[in-house]
């Protein structure tokens, strides 16, 4: 796996290592895609990494969702209904792309990418705030398997 540049990741740490952990999981996976797209080397297995991708994220949105329950986050409702319609439109657009093919592919790691970084900056860091102000214990960090 190739490493991301540290600036990927500039103001978009939270300060929850195991959140962040997984936060950076999820850029690497898309700015892989986004490589291997380019590269012309996915268009036949989009579909496959699509659904992997959308798996992974919607494991750690159950996480942080977990997260924000343990610390009593009072955005927890909006912010749950904001991952369910990331990973709906995560579906969208992986059907758009078997309907539209090459021409379509391009933009989604694009998309997602900025989708990602806007949450992240926004929500998240709203909850990692009212985390830090509770004082509980983050999660632990997952080991790499």
């Known amino acids: 796996m190739v490493d991301l540049p540290y600036s990927a990741f500039v103001g978009l740490g939270m300060g929850i290592p195991a959140l962040d952990w997984q936060h950076q ?3 690497r996976t898309l700015y892989h895609l986004d490589e291997a797209m380019r590269e012309g080397r996915i268009v036949a297995e989009l579909d496959v990494v699509m659904d992997s991708l959308q798996k992974y994220a919607q494991h750690h949105f159950q996480d ?3 997260h924000m329950r343990r610390i009593r986050y009072p955005g927890l409702d909006a912010h749950a209904a904001e991952h369910r319609r990331f990973l709906a439109q995560m579906e969208t657009l992986r059907i758009a792309f078997l309907a539209n093919g090459a021409q379509f592919h391009k933009r989604i790691p694009g998309h997602m990418l900025m989708r990602l970084t ?5 929500q998240d860091m709203a909850y990692a705030r009212h ?3 509770s ?3 983050p999660p632990e960090v997952p080991q790499e398997e």
Do not use: P, S
């Not at 806007?118 to 926004?122: D, F, L, P, S, Y």
């Open 25 to 27: 999981g999820l850029f």
């Open 64 to 66: 942080e969702e977990a």
């Open 135 to 137: 004082r509980l214990e």
């Open 118 to 122: 806007h949450h992240i900056r926004t």
């Open 131 to 133: 985390g830090q102000a």
